[in-house]
């Protein structure tokens, strides 16, 4: 296989990274893209007890498992396929299952803290900020928990309040400054994300 190029794509929770990264699977030839999502990389927590694992904080870089995603990163980037691990938000705790994933020309990381890590950071061609204003990534949470997590509009916004929003503003927006492209408006900026899909377009080898 040619060259493989990685993408890292981060922001915040309810930031529109996920139509972001569809656009650009969408720009390219079918079948050209490995999406690689950060969430199937939190910790094995079976060590934990149950109320251990309750009090843990998702929103923390300490959450994940970054030698193994970076690990199998350079393993998709060397041409070896991987087995990613899955998770499940209900069990808290890493899945048995794992997902066979094999090299594709074009590698896409995403996640909320994607570009937290500089080794991982290292590793990419290009790396994108998907940046929304702070109210509308509220808005798309209580959406998104109430309908898929079964929580209460209190519940989230209390959540927001104390974990997302303090969280977001330690760990998350500072990555900005490492991103090659900072694309406002998330998914609805549709003329951002075709700037960007054109421009991987041209840094990635299309087949014959």
Known sequence: MDKITIIGIAG????GKTTV???????????YVAVVPLDSYYNDTTELTDEER???????????DWKLLYRQIND???GR???QPTYSYILSNRLPETIHVEPKPVIIIEGIMTLINKKLRDLMDLKIFVDTDSDERLIR??????IDRGRTVSMVVDRYLKVLKPMHEQFIEPTKRYADLIIPQGGEN?????????YIEQIVPQPE
């Not at 915040?12 to 930031?15: Q, Y």
């Not at 990264?21 to 079948?31: D, M, R, T, W």
Request: proline letters at 6%; charged letters at 25%.
């Open 54 to 64: 309750q009090n843990i904080n998702f929103d923390h870089p300490d959450a994940f």
């Open 12 to 15: 915040g929770t309810g930031s």
């Open 76 to 78: 998709l980037r060397q």
């Open 21 to 31: 990264v569809k656009k650009i699977v969408e720009a390219l030839p079918p079948h």
């Open 190 to 198: 549709l003329k951002g994300i075709g700037i960007l899909c054109k």
């Open 81 to 83: 396929a991987i087995e």
């Open 141 to 146: 949470n209580i959406q998104r928990d109430t």
